[in-house]
């Protein structure tokens, strides 16, 4: 990625852009960098590391909570065209809680580095006020998350997740193993097989080795409500 | 209050003070009013009402989730020199969820109206920055309280609550109803009475009607590590 193209993206994306000094602009423009994750690579593990910001150019990461005992539970998502800003948490003093973060698809990202960012952002009031604002982006899609998993009942959380990957893939079959689908939703692989089981008792679903197929879209949505 | 103890208050507690103009010091100290709060009140009701900035001179705030069936799920607390931007929420973009919010105490409070409070955080960048750091703030604290609810077993929780009760009540009786703590710790009133019995069946507290003593602290304290 050439200069202009990265001066592209960052007015595009980069809120504060415009508000940087020529001198900061540059700084910025060197001290950011173009990376891969394959699938399934760690990018930020509680708060052992602190890579820096992350625009996702293509791909997907996964940001969730993990118990001591290594139980997973799904935050949110950051899809093609998003930020990451926990994977910069050491930046901002307010954030005093740890993730994990992971490409959930093989991801390129620019990535603005800690250090430098950590720099910018006490420098420049508009930089730490947009590193806030995603911040309180995050907050939100936790709350939503918070709701799903604190009030709601698992056959509408299954639901809901099988809908929603119905809707992302377009096809009828979806290719997710029990103990991922436990993961999404934060709840136990037991749990989700045998209200799987259920749906499929029901005509919903039929189970396949590793795969879903979704029978009945009507009854789906209905469960979803 | 007078003009100059205003003043005083604000260049104390509220961070962009001196990065505002003359005019806007002046516009705030117009549209900041004194309110109090009976024990109970409510302050804030999801996304019916949203008073504005409040920074809580004397009392206590109750910040919490509510589902449709009318559970509660207590967030996190603001105590006295606390600032409570959650009731500011329709100013800030970013903030797309809704919460209740509750006066647990008598409470004072020196309230920014949102309507000023919006134009100000447009017009002055470090105003919406102090606002968005106040949310990642309360985005720690929620997160923490998280980790309670969805990792933490319930003996653990409850002998925490009741620990931290002990500690700032600073006598040996805590006098709350099951109920409320049901609430506090996010569970059900049913878990909590058959938890507090096991406590009292191992020697830890006494039961009485809406009374809790806590008869062995150091076993009270050994339950929440």
Not at 71 to 100: K, M, Q, Y
Not at 116 to 135: D, G, P
Request: charged share 25%; proline share 2%.
């Amino acid at each position: 990625m050439n200069k202009s193209e990265m001066v592209e993206v960052l007015s595009r994306y980069f809120e504060p852009w415009p508000h940087l000094s020529p001198d900061e602009q540059e700084g910025l423009l060197q001290n950011i960098r173009f990376m891969t994750f394959e699938k399934g690579a760690s990018i930020h593990n509680g708060d052992n590391d602190c890579l820096g910001v992350l625009f996702v150019k293509t791909g997907m990461l996964r940001v969730y909570m993990l118990s001591e005992e290594g139980r997973e539970i799904t935050l949110f998502r950051i899809n093609t065209g998003g930020i990451c800003i926990l994977s910069a948490s050491c930046v901002l003093s307010s954030i005093t809680f740890d993730v994990h973060i992971d490409a959930e698809e093989y991801t390129e990202a620019l990535i603005i580095g800690a250090p430098y960012f950590s720099v910018l952002s006490e420098k420049n009031v508009y930089v730490q006020n947009f590193a806030y604002k995603l911040t309180a982006d995050s907050f939100s899609d936790v709350m939503w998350t918070m709701q799903q998993i604190l009030f709601m009942s698992l056959d509408k959380r299954l639901a809901i997740l099988l809908w929603d990957e119905l809707t992302k893939t377009g096809g009828s079959t979806l290719y997710m193993t029990h103990e991922q689908i436990a993961r999404y939703i934060g709840s136990a692989r037991e749990a989700v097989s045998r209200m799987l089981k259920y749906f499929s008792q029901e005509g919903i679903v039929e189970l396949g080795r590793g795969s879903i197929k979704i029978l009945d879209r009507e009854k789906l949505r209905l469960l979803t409500k």
